[in-house]
């Protein structure tokens, strides 16, 4: 997830490592490096000169700048400025109603009905609810047809009738149907146009108007940079958007969008996508994409990941038998194959502090790889027998040879199995007796630990609510391009 980003970041913070205390000027230098970064991501030039403003303010400080660790200090302020920039979302999502009414709005293609259905799957895992979805574009042909897809693959009810041309009319007969099968949510999948339309908008607000929901969303494609943005602006002023799900982060978005949308319209993001699967949503947290974007990982959202792989049965049952502390190598192989989903691993991987940036772990270990690997891995498991597999300290040299033989493998790789078996153990053990809420809080302090906890939380910031007409975006992402020319050229003739 933003790769050049997170490189150029890393690059300014780089340049005044290992200096010792910093001059003023080293320090400027090091805060273009910055705003280069910032420009270059498209960040709205707006946000960028409030954000360098306070940065700067604070970088240039003497508390910053007699310190012993200078570029550290910087980056914490980095990290500060970008939380109190992305967030605060605002308070969870409240089912309390009879029937809760969330409404999905956008462009065409931002990636409204997958994340009804990413929506929906969530819903069920986290609130065990099962919502109804509510196929109300009725634009398109096709686009009933894909919603009822989705939801038999969730086993999620689909409200649609496709001899009503009104929108209205569908939305209030899903919401009678919810109430009388007492599904608590319905998410309605409503048609998206090719850009803002007057149409669009009133069909739309009329939705809006007559139906009532308690939540509207608008979606859109994080790929789209600046455009994204402008469209959340127009959006939230048809419909008073309650928040922004921000899909498509796991391709060449370069963040742009994520760091401008909650502070040029006012909007804060809920979601993301991060990918075509129904899973691949992530509810967003200021502090993690903060600290994503700044090379130092997510924990949190790296064990809800570890978490959603295993469903709750299978939860329950590792729980028991990690608190006896009898995690096997079956557990150890059930638990290495769930890994095997293709992407999977590196998008694990890209949640670890200190790890380089996807691409650079995408070429590590491609896709086939990763999962030979878990394939031989889980080949070489099966090839010892139950009583190994309970204990593998009794595998002598002479059943190696067999088992590595049995599975096709070096009697090497028998026994770099079962080291990383060895290591998982008292990992995963160690984190057994804890409820999962405990977990999380144990992942939490361990990144607020990475943060420095004596700065406390970072204090929540008010919107401004400005928004800005196409004319004044023309006059932004030209003086966006003239800066990042001024600063390029600054940099070249050193
Ligand atoms: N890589 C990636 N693809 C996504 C994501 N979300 C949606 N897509 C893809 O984007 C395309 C469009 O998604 P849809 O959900 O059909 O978009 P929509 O907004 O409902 O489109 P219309 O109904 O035509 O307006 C599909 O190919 C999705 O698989 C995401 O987070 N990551
Ligand atoms: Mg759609």
């Not at 940065?55 to 980056?75: C, I, M």
């Not at 969330?102 to 259905?117: D, F, R």
């Not at 809920?270 to 924990?299: K, Q, Y």
């Not at 990941?305 to 502390?325: F, H, I, S, T, Y």
Request: glycine share 8%.
């Amino acid at each position: 997830m933003f790769d050049s980003l997170q490189d150029g970041l890393k690059g300014a913070f780089k340049s005044l490592r290992g200096k010792g205390k910093l001059t003023e000027s080293n320090m400027r230098d090091g805060l273009k490096l910055v705003e280069t970064s910032l420009l270059e991501a498209d960040v709205s030039i707006d946000v960028i000169r409030a954000f360098m403003d306070r940065v700067t303010e604070q970088a240039l400080g003497e508390k910053v700048l007699l310190a012993l660790n200078p570029s550290e200090q910087l980056v914490k302020i980095v990290y500060e400025e970008l939380v109190q920039l992305l967030g605060p979302v605002g308070d969870d999502l409240r089912l309390d109603q009879e029937v809760n009414i969330i409404m999905m709005c956008g462009l065409q293609g931002s990636g409204k009905t997958t994340t009804c259905g990413k929506l929906a799957r969530l819903l069920q895992r986290e609130a065990k609810i099962t919502p109804l979805l509510c196929a109300a574009d009725l634009q398109r042909p096709a686009a009933i047809d894909q919603l009822s897809v989705l939801g038999e693959s969730l086993g999620v009810p689909v409200y649609f009738d496709k001899e009503e041309k009104d929108p209205i009319k569908v939305c209030r007969a899903a919401v009678a149907q919810a109430r009388a099968n007492k599904n608590p949510v319905v998410i309605l999948d409503t048609a998206g146009r090719l850009a803002i339309d007057e149409e669009l908008m009133e069909q739309l607000k009329s939705i809006d108007r007559e139906v009532q929901p308690h939540y509207v969303f608008l979606v859109v494609d994080g790929m789209t940079g600046q455009d994204a943005v402008k469209s959340a602006g127009a959006f939230h002023e048809a419909l008073e958007l309650n928040g922004v799900v921000m899909t498509k982060l796991d391709g060449d978005a370069r963040g742009g969008a994520l760091l401008s949308v909650k502070h040029v319209t006012g909007v804060p993001i809920r979601f993301l996508g991060t990918g075509e699967h129904l899973e691949d949503i992530e509810i967003f947290r200021p502090d993690g994409m903060a600290s994503r974007i700044l090379g130092m990982g997510d924990m949190v959202a790296l064990a809800q990941q570890a978490q959603n792989l295993v469903d709750e049965d299978e939860q329950r049952r590792m729980q028991e038998a990690l608190e006896k502390g009898q995690f096997t190598l079956d557990d150890f192989r059930n638990h290495m194959q769930k890994m095997a989903k293709p992407g999977l691993m590196q998008k694990m991987m890209g949640l670890l502090p200190g790890m380089p940036n996807m691409s650079e772990i995408n070429e590590m270990m491609n896709q086939g790889d990763t999962s030979k690997q878990i394939k031989q891995m889980v080949g070489i498991i099966d090839s010892m027998t139950p009583v190994e597999r309970r204990n593998p300290k009794i595998i002598d040299p002479s059943r190696r040879q067999r088992i590595a033989v049995g599975s096709g493998v070096q009697p090497k790789q028998v026994s770099e199995l079962i080291k990383q078996y060895d290591t998982m153990k008292p990992m995963l053990t160690g984190m057994a007796g804890m409820g999962v809420g405990d977990r999380m809080k144990q992942m939490q302090d361990l990144q607020s630990q990475m943060m420095d906890p004596s700065r406390g939380m970072p204090k929540t910031k008010k919107h401004t609510g400005k928004r800005l007409t196409p004319k004044e975006k023309k006059q932004q992402a030209k003086e966006r391009e003239k800066r990042l020319r001024q600063l390029r050229r600054e940099k070249k003739n050193k």
